[in-house]
């Protein structure tokens, strides 16, 4: 397995595994809503387009038969915060240190990006797993995006100073 930045050429092995879990992995959305995502937010197109213009950073896990087992989609920082918005890793490879070490290679990543906060938004049953991993809920919303609930989870990766601002 490696772990590497998702490049339109493995986009069709990546998006088969994303609507895979769209539709296995997150329970906590309704039905309609994550057939919502996959057929409007989250189409096959915009990731090539996102890619081609380099608006998210995403990192996936590929095994050797060309299978991605897991990815986490995330930002490139704005103003020294990095935002992760999915993370997901097939049933069959769970549990074997997919997720944390593509959390920890995004960190790597956005701390090369001087970034002072990593934030993500998540649910009830994932907090332990996120807590484990440095972060601390900061609030939480009950209906935030799409009605739903919204954990509001950061983890501190170094301090801003003005020194930060790109130049
Ligand atoms: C959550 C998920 C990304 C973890 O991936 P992974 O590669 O198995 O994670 P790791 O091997 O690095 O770590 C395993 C840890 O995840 C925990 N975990 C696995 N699945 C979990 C789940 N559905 N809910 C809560 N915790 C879970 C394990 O208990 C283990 O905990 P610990 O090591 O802190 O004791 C994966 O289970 C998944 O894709 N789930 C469905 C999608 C999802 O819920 N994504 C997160 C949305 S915020």
Redesign the pocket.
Known sequence: MVIKDLTVAEVDAFYNSFSL?MR?????FPHELREFFLTHDYLKDNFVNWLNRNIRKILISIEADGRV??FLIGDHTYGGVAFIS??????E???????????KLYEIYVKSKQAHLIE????E??K???E??GFIEIGRRKQGFYGQLNLIMNKEIGDWNIDKLPR
Do not use: D
């Open positions: 879990l296995e992995g997150y329970g906590q087992s897991g999915w993370i997901g890793v097939l049933p490879f769970r549990n074997q240190g997919i997720a944390s070490q593509l959390m993500l938004f998540t649910y049953a994932m332990q797993f996120y484990k991993r």
